[in-house]
């Protein structure tokens, strides 16, 4: 190891990357510069931990895998080792298992300079607690991470800048032409800090560790490509692999590139990487790369959407981003290379990162500043194969018998299989051989007409699975979608008609007949006097769609009494003045049993009656 320089303590500074699925795993990883030990993570789900990872490698550089997470969980853990090391309770959240909408964050060029760089490391520190606060899912740093790679109190100034949210972020490096070596020495002087296999993914170029790699997080692909001690031949070779197999996977919508030089930038000449451009743009286009980022120049760019070097549509070119304001010094001069006319916002004001809004098929950019202002925002939206837009809208509940079912086609549909019925997981399941019913039909329209099929008072579900018959992947299943004819009077009462309560108090619920603009309520625990509004049954006309009993200040203030079955109905009132009238309802029953004598009903093999629990 290479001697300190003005180093003489260390607080270690936990830092997290990804080797293997996200979903279920994650990397912590600490330098320590002054001294060499094992290294362990006690980890859990609360501050007691309760689970332990261990590496008995002895090493200034601490890496230990926690694998086996579960989905869309925070855990809490802390780092330790025989050097002495005890690390503070931190966290980390482990994304769900296939995120479709997510949010994370990208910038680059963090390094100081040759002099007193306490300016730029105070704005790099800024803009990591800024990132900290908006909680991505994890961040790319796009090198120039500190001024020389083989200055070891770089490094430090480099981790204590990051510790707020490398410790419960992570972020995935890309190697700059300032973490380069003198001499060519590989990747960074102290390259296990982002060793492939340990710390990050061992999949990139044969025998070039970690300048190359990709990995997947949810419905994106992430490929990071080196601009530096690469043969770019060779890396295109493995860049053209990369992207054929994402591009084919059926889970990725969304495709990204990060390297350090920009192969399109409006920055000088310098700045552009030509070889780059050559050879690894016509893959980008090929492949369907969504945006390239870039950085080296330090600035903030976003160009129009590229082909063969031209502004064309949105969906046909690729995006090119430099994000290189992570706080080193700005390169403010005006634009003036050949490339000048092909970007449309430039920025070099303050410190800023761009961050990346996924919602499934639509992506939202913005660049963000250290002080929260938004300076740019852009917006990509998908080929989107599947049937959309449903009308009437899923979940409606006031829907006329005579409805026409229509939707937003599919990109590129031709045809349409139409599924129908009122048991949702039969629409579901059903396909082109069901003989139930269900499956109504191939048709050229994106309208289904319903006349003289509906009924009131009944819930149905539908499904539209989109086909184009020179689509080898086709047809594209479609969501489940609902509607709900109202009937003439009250219907879908909660608790459902004779259900069992454990409670000693109910909120009666019903969904209101068509047309309704009142409830006659009434409630008792004799069936012919509720069925005839007699025995002082009729309780209230009200406008409100609940009714509580068993409460103080309610119906039965002292509470319900177990062992007894009541009864209630609700009336219509449809119309008013003289024009009103009254729609008679259904009797509902409910049962209230204790506790103990609902499980002796078990034992004794109740059967007919539902048990419900009134959580209200």
Known sequence: MLGLVGNTSANPHPYLTWVNDPSVS?????????ATGDSTVEYGKTASYGSTAYNPT??????????????????HYRISSSDGTVGSDETFTVPVEYPTSFMFAVFGDSRGVSGDSTPYHNRHKAQCDHIATKKPGFVLHLGDMVNEGSVENDWVEFFNCEQNLSKSTVIMPVLGNHEVQPGGQPYYYYFDLYNEGTVVPNNGMAGKGPRTYSFDYGNTHHIIVSSYQVNKTDERNWIEADLAAAATNPKIDWIFAYMHKAVYTSGPSSAVDTDGQKLWVPLFEQYGVDIVFGAHWHFYERSYPLKEGLIVSPEEGVLYITSALAGGPFNCQEPGSSYKSLF???????????????????????????????????????????????????GAKDVALDVVLSWSPGTNADKHDVYFGTNPDDVNNADVTDTTGVYRG??????????????????????VDEVNELDPNSPYKGEVWSFTVPAETDYNPDPPDGALCEQTWVNLRWWPGKDAVSHNVYFG?????????????????????VFTVGLPGFLYPDGLIPGTTYYWRIDEVVGTGRAAKTLKGNVWSFTLVPKTAYNLSLADGLTGVKKTAILK
């Open 26 to 34: 994650i990397v912590v990883n600490w330098w320590n510069p002054i």
């Open 58 to 75: 002895i090493s200034n550089f601490h890496h230990v895998e926690l694998t086996g997470l579960t989905p869309g969980t925070t855990y």
């Open 344 to 394: 449309e916002t430039y920025y070099c004001n303050k410190t800023a990162a761009v961050y990346i809004t996924i919602n499934k098929q639509t992506l939202t950019g913005q660049l963000v500043t250290v002080d929260d202002e938004v300076v740019d925002t852009f917006t990509i939206s998908k080929y989107e194969p599947r049937a959309s837009q449903p009308s009437p809208v899923d």
């Open 442 to 463: 191939r048709q050229d329209a994106n309208n289904y007409t319903l006349a003289g099929v509906l009924e009131r008072g009944v819930t149905y579900c539908w499904r």
């Open 525 to 545: 625990n004799n069936f012919d006097d509720v069925k005839n509004g007699t025995g002082g049954t009729y309780q209230v006309n009200q406008t409100e769609t």
